[in-house]
């Protein structure tokens, strides 16, 4: 894997100005495979000047210009997406054809949606006798994760783009990688210089260095709750605005009548999906007690098909966890479900191969509401199946943890689904497998979050108003 031994700041490659290093290893072997700068505050300062200097220029861009760059680096997205692809697959350890068909081709697709909506958006209205403007907020701290390391940059940044903003962002240090790739798209398809620029380095030092930066004026983060709690509070002390994609602890409601096989299926999916590194992992699948048997040996069956391996390998539907650091915590976790009473059906903290990240594709059943395991983030391979007897106990259960991300219901009818997901306390539901719209809302109620992304509703997060009277 090439990597960039500088920082992307004001159109081109600078040293950095520091000597640390970030090695990135693939996960599936743990070998080392590139090594990019560790950024300082002082990287950060330089960044935040460049986007600074650029943005008079482009938030006086006509929206068609900018939007006609957005689909430029559609393009190169496009051109470039088996390079992008493979390079996840080596640093973040996704199967190759789930990483081109998800992690590339999903941010391709909204980045084409914000090619369109950026030159169709109304930036002002009339109202009575006022003209409202909406402006671009000035510039964006970025601070982006590993678990889909292209999609979540192009979800900050092409609607940022979009309003008007420049841009510094800071990715996550196990996928570096990805993040380079996507400033090369940036320069080739001729975005001003200063409008985007990338900074290296961890969380604890560019990271807080960008959110606590007077030269920023909105911090756009996905990551963890906790992490996101100390983002709000810096920006909250500073007066700035803050947009948090959280973590979650997605329901899937099976109610009495819905297609048993085939939710069971499609729930187990959606947690093995990205070895169950996603924020909106369905990963608690409720089922009526009289269907409950039924669904648990569904479910365990599902998820041996679910064979672990090599990720070049056609044959592997299941890749690594990023790093060391989360196989172990998601091997503790299954530990703790183990030693809360519940049963296991399908996987266990065993390690399915002597080399590489691997956790074998787990299932819980008769967990209980209150278990660790039913309430907590686990963000691997994990599924808890619990029992209900009625719609009003699914709802509770449902509704029962401090998060609020995403959700599914299955029922024999859509009326008697959205009946149901219209009172589940989350930003996003799947109705009867309902697919992925990069139009859509997306974000979280509670502590997954504040404030949306994709469609237009994450383009206003980038936006401010003023009114003007005549």
Known sequence: MKAHDGMYIGGEWRAAL????????????ERPIASVPAGTPEDVDAAVRAARAAFPAWAATAPAERAALIGALRDVLVARKGEIAETITAELGSPLGFSEMVHVGAPIAVA?????????????????????LLEPVGVVGAITPWNYPLHQI????????????????????????????FAEAVHEAGIPAGVFNLVTG???????????????????????????????????????????????????????GADLAKAVAAGVGHVMNNSGQSCNALTRM??????????????????????????LDPGTRLGPVVSAKQRDRVRGFITKG????ARLVAG????????????????????????????EEIFGPVLSILPYADQDEALAIANGTDYGLGGAVWAADEA?????????????????????????????????????????HGLAEYLQTKSLQF
């Open 202 to 256: 961890t969380g604890p030092v560019t990271g807080q260095a960008l959110a606590a930066h007077e030269g920023v004026d909105l911090v756009s983060f996905t990551g963890s709750t906790a992490v996101g709690k100390q983002i709000g509070a810096t920006a909250g002390a500073a007066v700035k605005r803050v947009a948090l994609e959280l973590g979650g602890k997605s329901a899937n409601v099976i109610l009495p």
């Open 416 to 456: 008697t689904a959205v009946a149901f997901a219209r009172l589940m306390d989350t930003g996003q539901v799947d109705i009867n497998g309902g697919r992925f719209n990069p139009l859509a809302p997306f974000g979280g109620y509670k502590k997954s979050g504040v404030g949306r992304e994709l469609g237009p």
């Open 338 to 341: 183990v030693e809360e009473g």
């Open 18 to 29: 520091g000597h640390g290093r970030i090695e990135v290893l693939n996960p599936a072997d």
């Open 112 to 132: 084409s949606s914000y090619a369109e909506l950026g030159a169709s958006y109304a930036f002002e209205e009339r109202i009575g006798n006022s003209t409202v």
């Open 286 to 311: 409720l089922v009526h007690r009289d269907e409950y048997e039924e669904a648990v040996s569904l479910a365990a069956a599902a998820a041996a098909k679910y064979a672990s391996g090599d990720p």
């Open 154 to 181: 192009v979800a900050k940044v092409a609607p940022a783009l979009a309003a008007g903003c420049t841009i510094v962002l800071k990715p996550a240090e196990d996928t570096p990688l990805t993040a380079q790739l």
């Open 348 to 375: 266990g903290p065993e390690a399915p191969h002597e080399q590489g990240y691997f956790i074998a594709p787990t299932v819980f059943a008769d967990v209980t509401p209150e278990m660790t395991i039913a309430q």
